[in-house]
C-alpha cells in the first residue's frame, strides 16, 4: 500500500470533513438551497451573500462547512454547492449579456422624458450624455448600414436611438478583440460612454426600486432585498469592467477569468471570509480551495473534467489496492486546482509511484478508455485538459445519489419549514418516500391560518440595522437615502456618512438639504466634514457655517487636523478667520 506516503498527493488519504460537519438543519437549508436554485452563477450569488451577512459569527463557520461536507459526500447538492463556490469566469461573458439590449437606458429616458422621475443635476448630466452618445453613434461611416439593419418591429423597444445604439453597441464589442480596435481613441470611448449610461440608468432604477418599498414591512423588503443586492453587486462589476475599458484593458475585462465571489463581496468581505477559513483547521480543505481562486483560477468546465479523471485514476489505483479507497470530490477538486497550470493538471511521483500509475493507464490504441488523456513522462503525471471541454449538468462530477433516508430526512425538514407544498409532497409520497409517519397530516384549515397571520413590521432600531447590512450595497443605500420613512429616523443618515467609504453616498448626502437637515440628520454635517472619501471641496464647502456645526466643534477640528482630509481644515480655517 502506498497511501500513507506523504510525498504524494495524489495516494494521499481523503480529506477529513467530520469535525467540521454542522447540524443536520443547516445541511438541510444548503442541500435545499443547491437543489432549487437552477443556475450556478445565482445560487453563487446566494451562497457569498448569505456568507457576507454571517461574517466573523459561528454560523459562519457552520455554514462553511457544511458546504465542504456536502462537498466530500459527492451528491448533486454538493457538486452544486463546490461549483458554485469555485465557479470563475471571464467578466465580459457574464456581464454584456446583462446590458447589451440597453433596456434601463431606454426606460429610464422614458421616465425623464414623461416626468416620472423629478430632473436634477445628474439626471440632466445623464440626458447631455445620452444626446453626444446619440450624435457620435449616428456620424460614424458604419452608422447608416447599422440602422438598416438594426430596423425591426414598431414599439417602445425600436424607437429611435435604440436600434442604432443597441448596434453600435454589438458591433463595438465584436471589433474589441482586435488591437487596432483600440489604436484610434473614438471607439473605444463610445464604447465605454453607451456602457456608463446604461450602468447608471441601471442604478438609478434599481435605487427607484429600493427607495419606493415600504422598509417598515418584513415581507416587502425580504422579497425585493436579494435582488436589489445581486442588481447592485452586477453594476459595481460593470463599473469595473467599464474602467478596464478605459484603460484599453481588453484582457482584464473580456478575457481573463474572475471568480463569482466577485459579485457579492468586495475585497474586504472576502479578507474576512479567508480569516474565518484560515482560522480552522477542520476547514482546510475549503480553505485550499478559497486560496487558489486568486492563485489558480480555472474555468469550471476544465476543472469539472480535470477532477473527474483523477477520480477515475484514484478508483482504477483503489482496484489495483494501491490506494485504500477513490479519492472523493472535495479532496479531488483541491489536486485539480492545486496542481494545475498552461492548460495540464501535473504531479510528480516517485519510482515505485509510476510503475503503480503505468499499470493501470490505457494503451494508446484504447480509445474511448476513461483514463485517455493521462500520460507518463520523465517522472511527471500529466493530465491533459481540452480548452473547451462539454460542461458538466451540476458543475462538477456527481459521484452518488441520495439515499432514500437522506430523501425523507430533507423532504421533512422542507415540510416543517414551510419549503414544500402539498402537491409536492403526494408527488413525493407517491414515489414510494415513507413520509406518513414522520410527517403530521395536511390541515387547510391551519395553513390559511397561517398565510392570514399579519406581518410583524420592522421597528427603527431593526430598520437601522437592515440599512447598516446594505451599507456595501450602492444602489440599494442610494435608495434608502430617498425614502422619508427612513431618512427620518433619528442619526440614521449621519451613522451612513460616518461608516461609508463610497464618495457617492457622501456627496448625495450633501446634495440633498432632506439628508442633512432637520433634527433627525442634525449631526450629519459634521460627519460628512470628517469622512475620508475623496468628495470634491465644493460639495462640502457649505458645512463649513456655524449654520450646520457648531462653532466649538469647528475650532476643534482647526486645531486638531487629525482624521481629516488637509483641504476641509484649509476650507474650515478660512471660515473661522472670516468670522474673527
Not at 439626471?123 to 452618445?133: E, F, G, I, P
Not at 456608463?196 to 415581507?219: H, K, T, Y
Request: with cysteine; charged share 25%; proline share 6%.
Amino acid at each position: 500500500m502506498l497511501t500513507g506516503l506523504d510525498h504524494s498527493e495524489l495516494l494521499a488519504e481523503n480529506l477529513s470533513t467530520a469535525a467540521a460537519k454542522p447540524s443536520d438543519g443547516v445541511l438541510h437549508e444548503l442541500v435545499h438551497l443547491a437543489l432549487n436554485q437552477d443556475e450556478l452563477p445565482f445560487l453563487a450569488a446566494e451562497i457569498f451573500e448569505s456568507l457576507r451577512k454571517i461574517s466573523g459569527q459561528p454560523a459562519a463557520a457552520e455554514y462553511l462547512g457544511g458546504i465542504q461536507h456536502l462537498a466530500a459526500t459527492g451528491t448533486a447538492a454538493g457538486a452544486r454547492l463546490l461549483a458554485a463556490f469555485l465557479n470563475v469566469a471571464p467578466p465580459g461573458e457574464r456581464l454584456v449579456p446583462l446590458v447589451e439590449a440597453l433596456n434601463s437606458s431606454r426606460r429610464y429616458a422614458a421616465q425623464l422624458t414623461h416626468g416620472q422621475v423629478e430632473p436634477g443635476r445628474l439626471q440632466t448630466d445623464w440626458q447631455r450624455r445620452l444626446v453626444r452618445a446619440v450624435a457620435a453613434a449616428a456620424s460614424r461611416p458604419e452608422a447608416e448600414d447599422l440602422a438598416a439593419r438594426a430596423t425591426g418591429k414598431s414599439g417602445p423597444r425600436n424607437e429611435e436611438p435604440w436600434p442604432l445604439l443597441r448596434a453600435t453597441f454589438s458591433e463595438l464589442l465584436a471589433r474589441a478583440p482586435h488591437p487596432e480596435f483600440w489604436a484610434d481613441e473614438g471607439d473605444p470611448a463610445l464604447l465605454r460612454e453607451i456602457l456608463r449610461l446604461e450602468v447608471d440608468a441601471w442604478q438609478e432604477r434599481i435605487s427607484g426600486l429600493a427607495g419606493n418599498i415600504n422598509p417598515f414591512r418584513v415581507e416587502s423588503v425580504a422579497r425585493v432585498l436579494p435582488f436589489l443586492n445581486r442588481a447592485d453587486s452586477e453594476i459595481r462589476d460593470l463599473r469595473q469592467m467599464s474602467a478596464w475599458v478605459a484603460e484599453a484593458d481588453y484582457e482584464s475585462a473580456f478575457i481573463l477569468p474572475q471568480a463569482r465571489w466577485r459579485e457579492s463581496l468586495d475585497e474586504k468581505d472576502w479578507g474576512h471570509l479567508l480569516r474565518d477559513l484560515q482560522s480552522r483547521p477542520e476547514l482546510a480543505g475549503l480553505s485550499r480551495l478559497a486560496q487558489g481562486l486568486a492563485a489558480r483560477p480555472i474555468m469550471l468546465p476544465q476543472l469539472a473534467a480535470g477532477t473527474r479523471r483523477i477520480i477515475e485514476l484514484s478508483a482504477a489505483l483503489a482496484a489495483d489496492s494501491v490506494r485504500s479507497e477513490p479519492l472523493d470530490l472535495l479532496t479531488a477538486c483541491v489536486l485539480a486546482q492545486s496542481h494545475y497550470g498552461n492548460g495540464q493538471i501535473v504531479f510528480a511521483l516517485e519510482k515505485e509511484e509510476v510503475e503503480a500509475v503505468a499499470a493501470v493507464l490505457p494503451e494508446a490504441a484504447e480509445a474511448g478508455h476513461p483514463l485517455r488523456g493521462i500520460s507518463l513522462l520523465a517522472g511527471l503525471l500529466i493530465i491533459e485538459l481540452n480548452d473547451n471541454p462539454s460542461a458538466v449538468p451540476d458543475g462538477l462530477p456527481v459521484l452518488r445519489e441520495f439515499t432514500k433516508e437522506e430523501e425523507e430526512a430533507l423532504t421533512v425538514w422542507r415540510w416543517r419549514n414551510k419549503k414544500i407544498d402539498t402537491a409536492e409532497l403526494e408527488a413525493l409520497r407517491a414515489r414510494g418516500l415513507d413520509l406518513d409517519e414522520a410527517l403530521p397530516a395536511f390541515d387547510p384549515a391551519a395553513e390559511a391560518d397561517e398565510e392570514d397571520e399579519e406581518v410583524d413590521d420592522l421597528g427603527a432600531s431593526a430598520l437601522k440595522h437592515l440599512v447598516m447590512m446594505n451599507l456595501q450595497s450602492t444602489s440599494v443605500l442610494l435608495g434608502f437615502l430617498r425614502n422619508p420613512q427612513i431618512i427620518g429616523i433619528p442619526g440614521l443618515v449621519e451613522e451612513v456618512a460616518n461608516r461609508t467609504r463610497n464618495p457617492q453616498i457622501i456627496a448625495t448626502i450633501a446634495s440633498d438639504r432632506a439628508l442633512y437637515t432637520g433634527f433627525a440628520n442634525k449631526g450629519v454635517a459634521l460627519a460628512c466634514l470628517r469622512s475620508p472619501c475623496n468628495v470634491p471641496v465644493k460639495t462640502l464647502r457649505k458645512f463649513c457655517h456655524v449654520k450646520y456645526v457648531a462653532k466649538i466643534e469647528l475650532k476643534r477640528m482647526a486645531a486638531d487636523r487629525t482624521g481629516i482630509r488637509k483641504e476641509i481644515a484649509r476650507e474650515i480655517a478660512k471660515y473661522l478667520e472670516a468670522l474673527a
